[in-house]
């Protein structure tokens, strides 16, 4: 019996000391019937030569005039995709060897499953981390979906039959960088608990400049902002759907701009400390992250006013701390 095709997906822009590991990564795959699409974002380094330098005719190298907007690349790969599945991949990410095998097996054992994806790990971090800790797969479902963005770009492998159903990506520039997440609660609108994400670690989620320090910063009150009208005009297009949850997660998206306004105030002493512990209309649920956080920060800021180094304990514990005031949503999620 053949074995279906897979198009995989690689949009990119100036990747070229990083694509070709990628590259490699996919041609490493024990399923070995793909191709593989690079839709090269207008690069001006030479991605491209480092595409060609791969003598692989399953490699497509498409360049297209410099848009910025990594849906328009998806959607021009996806236009011209001749596999039963298709799979998507960041340029700078990496794929282990049994992903495509894996996620193969599951979907065309489960006819209900239109899209799997999987569990993964950072790197190349000092602290590497798993997505998920869950001991089982698990179903996704649209009021899950939500609470955050648990399906990872790059792990995901889909029916092309899904394209047919519900279109292409929005290529809206309110989206940039939540085209996907908008994408996925679209595909849960046709059909509920289609998505199931896989609890083995398949793929190595690139971080990069990563430190401690950046994960202590407190929250840009205008970056919160703009994404909180991100998931306005996501979530608008699903209120006739699921309005309750709905108007719930946007509240929630909405205190925690409100609470990015307080830690910034605290941070510029605008406000004083004391005030905020006494302060009965926040929530203690409030207050105590944003009060773990501004003595992090304070904590960073002695270390570096007499240039001390963190024992690497203390480092590791932080770091841990930050990632799960941050992704809370997602901490409980995979806790469960």
Same mark, same amino acid.
Request: with cysteine; glycine share 2%; net charge positive.
């Given at each position: 019996? #053949?074995?279906? $095709?897979?198009?995989?997906?690689?949009?990119?822009y100036?990747?070229?000391?990083?694509? !070709?590991?990628?590259?490699?990564?996919?041609?490493?795959? &024990?399923?070995?019937?793909?191709?593989?699409?690079?839709?090269?974002?207008?690069? &001006?380094?030479?991605?491209?030569?480092?595409?060609?330098?791969?003598?692989?005719? *399953?490699? /497509?190298? +498409?360049?297209?005039?410099?848009?910025?907007?990594?849906?328009?690349?998806?959607?021009? !790969?996806?236009?011209?995709?001749?596999?039963?599945?298709?799979?998507?991949?960041?340029?700078?990410? +990496?794929?282990?060897?049994?992903?495509?095998?894996?996620?193969?097996?599951?979907?065309?054992?489960?006819?209900?499953?239109?899209?799997?994806? &999987?569990?993964?790990i950072?790197?190349?971090?000092?602290?590497?981390? /798993?997505?998920?800790?869950?001991?089982?797969?698990?179903?996704?479902?649209?009021?899950?979906?939500?609470? !955050?963005?648990?399906?990872?770009n790059?792990?995901?492998? @889909?029916?092309?039959?899904?394209?047919?159903?519900? !279109?292409?990506?929005?290529?809206?520039f309110?989206?940039?960088? @939540?085209?996907?997440?908008?994408?996925? $609660?679209?595909?849960?609108?046709?059909?509920? #608990?289609? =998505?199931?994400?896989?609890?083995? +670690?398949?793929?190595?989620?690139?971080?990069?400049?990563?430190? =401690?320090?950046?994960?202590? *910063?407190?929250?840009?009150?205008?970056?919160?902002?703009?994404?909180?009208? &991100?998931?306005?005009?996501?979530?608008?297009?699903?209120?006739?759907?699921?309005? *309750?949850? =709905?108007?719930?997660?946007?509240?929630?998206?909405?205190?925690?701009?409100n609470?990015?306004?307080?830690?910034?105030?605290?941070?510029?002493?605008? =406000?004083?400390?004391?005030?905020?512990?006494?302060?009965?209309?926040?929530?203690?649920?409030?207050?105590?992250?944003?009060?773990?956080?501004?003595?992090?920060?304070?904590?960073?800021?002695?270390?570096?006013?007499?240039?001390?180094?963190?024992?690497?304990?203390?480092? %590791?514990?932080?770091?841990? +701390?930050?990632?799960? %005031? *941050?992704?809370?949503?997602?901490y409980?999620?995979?806790?469960?």
């Amino acid at each position: 019996m #053949k074995k279906k $095709l897979v198009s995989v997906i690689i949009p990119t822009y100036n990747r070229a000391n990083l694509i !070709g590991e990628t590259i490699n990564s996919v041609l490493n795959q &024990t399923y070995q019937n793909f191709e593989i699409l690079i839709i090269d974002d207008g690069s &001006t380094d030479n991605t491209k030569t480092v595409v060609q330098s791969f003598k692989d005719n *399953r490699i /497509k190298y +498409i360049l297209q005039k410099h848009c910025g907007l990594p849906a328009k690349a998806r959607n021009k !790969g996806l236009k011209i995709a001749k596999g039963e599945f298709i799979a998507f991949l960041d340029s700078d990410d +990496i794929w282990l060897p049994q992903k495509l095998g894996k996620q193969i097996d599951i979907i065309e054992k489960n006819p209900d499953i239109l899209l799997v994806s &999987t569990n993964g790990i950072t790197f190349p971090s000092k602290y590497p981390f /798993k997505f998920f800790s869950i001991k089982e797969n698990k179903r996704i479902s649209f009021k899950l979906l939500l609470k !955050g963005n648990f399906v990872k770009n790059s792990s995901v492998l @889909m029916k092309k039959s899904v394209i047919d159903a519900i !279109g292409l990506l929005d290529e809206n520039f309110q989206l940039k960088a @939540m085209e996907d997440y908008d994408y996925w $609660l679209r595909l849960l609108k046709y059909k509920d #608990k289609s =998505i199931l994400i896989l609890k083995e +670690i398949l793929i190595k989620y690139r971080i990069h400049e990563l430190s =401690i320090r950046e994960y202590s *910063r407190f929250k840009d009150p205008k970056h919160l902002l703009n994404r909180y009208k &991100t998931y306005q005009y996501i979530f608008n297009k699903y209120k006739d759907y699921n309005q *309750r949850d =709905i108007n719930y997660q946007l509240k929630s998206k909405l205190n925690q701009l409100n609470t990015s306004k307080i830690e910034q105030n605290l941070l510029q002493r605008k =406000i004083n400390l004391f005030d905020l512990i006494k302060d009965k209309s926040m929530k203690i649920r409030t207050k105590i992250p944003v009060l773990i956080r501004y003595y992090i920060h304070k904590y960073f800021n002695f270390i570096q006013l007499f240039n001390c180094k963190l024992p690497h304990y203390c480092e %590791l514990a932080i770091f841990k +701390i930050n990632f799960i %005031l *941050r992704n809370y949503r997602l901490y409980i999620f995979v806790k469960k």
